[in-house]
């Protein structure tokens, strides 16, 4: 469906030397609440920072950053840093080169720390849990809360802050805590889009497209407004434009004159400038952000000896540059197969009985990672062929499906003179990767060692649809 997303990723990093001058100017802050956007209410602003951005085609635009309580801001609330910093060398003439601004990342594997500030109202906390909420439901990512115990495994989180509007850098700065200002203005809806912001997201009239299903009316808009409406030319689109989206200026901001600044060319029922909803293209835009590969490979003994234990090996990769997370492995069994015991590195496996499904969680598969499960099973005590089906499911949106599955057979029978033999993990292509056997525990699985540690417990609340 929709969105404008920044260009970032390591793939695609703007390049921005500051330059230019400050002009005097009253800010129009566009994502407050409705009521700041209906009145237009100017902040306590004065100046602007012109910015030429390079771009990796090799063009160079310009950009204008408003002064909006110190903080260089574009669109009304998108953070570029401290204006300070800007004026400065603004002031000086020597600023060319004075940094190299990049628009963040996606956050590693999906998982988006953040803290809520102390200061906040417990209106505005209860603000923040419920944006925050709305996008853990749609599965895209995972938002979980930083606390001091996992302070130093979540070094870089987002900060939600008091302050007099709503705003938010764009993507993972990777630079400590990024703040989100927010506070008793900013609605429930503005909080869902900020979030947005930092998950990756631009404002969708920017999208290089746009011209296509908006007109911009350029003679309404506030006096030294109108660089908020530019078109980002070397933005990525990610599905079709979405009048729904979260993401969307509405039709009247920045006006000058009380008309659109902003008409749609299509028909549409949409309520363009929505700051209620995650629209199914803001989701489906951040899945696509947001998205991995994770495939299975399991191997059943070729035989086994009915009623002794056999080694049932789980082969789990991660093919893509974006971890997932909160992942599941379910693996069906003989009615009469007991989980014994299990082996791995990152995994814990439990059953809730014998016959049951064993299912196997980690909190976080890394991209391109390798790894195993290990599971003993008590062989059912008649003979004939047993089956296991082994699927892989994510909190992250995963790009192949078709490898989720792997299903694999075992021959019971009936005397110990067939010894069990891993006949088909031998016949497999074989993982780049030895088995890891560094945690064992049994089918209550509560050992939480390794990697996986009390943390990983809280995210094993699997979720996930499968889109
Ligand atoms: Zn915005």
New binding site residues.
Partial sequence: MNICISSFSPRAALAISVICTSVASTTVFA?NDESAQAANQPFDSFSQVIVPMAFRNGETHLRVLDNINGVAIA????IFGDAEQYFYHTKQRSVRGLSNYVYGTVWPNGVVPYRISDQLSASAVAKVNAAIERWNDTGAITLIERTDATAAAYPNYIDFIDANQCASWVGFQNTGAQSIYTGDKCSEGSMI??IG?ALGLL?EHTRPDRDNYVQINWDSITTDKTHNFDILTDAITLGEYDYSSI?HYGTHFFSADGRETITALQNTDAKIGQREFISEGDEQSVIELYQSDLSIVSAAPGSAVAAADMQLDMFITNNSDMGANRVSLRTSVPEESKLVSFSSSSWICQQAGTGEDVVCQTSVLAKNANSSVSMNLTTPASTGQASFTATLDSSTFDTDQSNNTDRSNTTLVATSNDVPTNEKAAAQPQPAFAAATDQAATSGGSSGGGAFGPLGLLLLICRRKLV
């Avoid at 669109?75 to 998108?78: A, L, M, R, V």
């Fill in positions: 994502e669109e009304g609330d998108i889009h900020e912001h404002h993401m």
